[in-house]
């Protein structure tokens, strides 16, 4: 739960909350149960790579279930 308080701050400072993606099955276009960063940018295009570093909590360079749940739940990114 902190972690997604701290999300959510940064993401403040990133302008990002306003952004429209998809659901992160259909992101994931290679089944690998991550998102990529040209995953992420394919699905979020009007995010930045400052926004996939807030959303990548554990800075392993890819996008979890848990991670992207938590954007989505923050309101960091949109899923439609």
């Known amino acids: 739960m902190v972690a997604g308080r701290i999300v959510l ?6 302008g990002a909350s306003a952004a429209i993606g998809a659901t992160f099955d259909t992101a994931d276009s ?7 960063p040209a995953e992420f940018s394919q699905a979020f295009p009007d995010v ?3 926004t996939f570093a807030v959303v990548d909590t554990n ?4 996008i979890s279930q848990a ?9 960091i990114l949109r899923a439609d």
């Open 9 to 14: 701050a940064l993401a403040g400072l990133c």
């Open 30 to 36: 290679d089944g690998s149960g991550t998102l990529s």
């Open 59 to 62: 800075a392993d360079g890819r």
């Open 48 to 50: 930045t790579t400052d």
């Open 67 to 75: 991670e992207h749940r938590v954007a989505v739940d923050t309101g």
